[in-house]
């Protein structure tokens, strides 16, 4: 566990980018009153520009050092620790949204079905969750020689990765009723990204 918190200090520490717009068509549905929070947060892009807009927004991720940097650079911003794969820190019901960009695929089955749990549990009723994951065409994301471990779930010798195909929707998120679901291609990395981007909500 402290190896993969060192791995993800160094990329957080690295790594830099910036809000993609990809959320901007979900906006007309979130009140400025909701109360939303961003799982797996990074460097907190998609938290930032809604904090600057004007939204309750609680950024989360699993870096210390990460969330130390946002506390230093905007003060301003809710932040919090936490691991997804234990116990949110979070009541029932306590959320009207949540935000979920490229954090979910790093899981085996189990922990991904636990943390989708998880996340149904802290949304309010009729709040949903908006995010996107690598979807299985991303072939150039697919460590080549990387041990397989689960379908579509692999292990390169530093972090695990999972591509998600249109039909692990329907067992993943069968807890949830599929609003939107597109594949997307994104080219904010070095290499162009091929992903899937949901919106589901609590039923």
């Known amino acids: 566990m402290n190896n993969l918190s060192k791995y993800w200090d160094n990329i957080h520490l690295n790594y830099k980018s910036s809000y993609d717009n990809w959320m901007d068509k979900y906006l007309d549905d979130i009140k400025k009153d909701f109360k939303i929070i961003e799982l797996g947060c ?10 600057e807009n004007g939204y309750n927004v609680i950024a989360c991720d699993f870096s210390k050092e990460v969330i130390s940097i946002l506390n230093k650079e905007l003060p ?11 116990k949110f820190p979070f009541n ?23 943390i989708l749990e998880e996340i149904k549990r802290i949304l309010k009723p009729n709040g949903y969750m908006i995010g996107r ?24 010798g530093k972090i695990y990765k999972r591509f998600f195909e249109s ?9 949830f009723k599929i609003i939107n679901l597109e594949e997307k291609v994104m080219d904010r990395y070095e290499k162009t990204k091929i992903l899937w981007e949901f919106k589901i909500k609590k039923v």
């Open 167 to 175: 039909k692990d929707f329907e067992t993943f998120f069968k807890d």
């Open 133 to 156: 994951v690598n979807s299985s065409n991303d072939k150039f994301h697919i460590p080549e020689q990387a041990e397989k471990i689960e379908t579509n779930f692999y292990y390169d």
């Open 42 to 51: 990074g460097r907190a892009y998609n938290s930032i520009y809604l904090l």
């Open 92 to 114: 029932d019901s306590s959320f009207d949204i949540v935000i979920a960009d490229l954090c979910l695929h790093y899981f085996d089955e189990k922990q991904t079905i636990n």
């Open 76 to 86: 301003s911003l809710k932040t919090k620790v936490f691991d997804m794969t234990d």
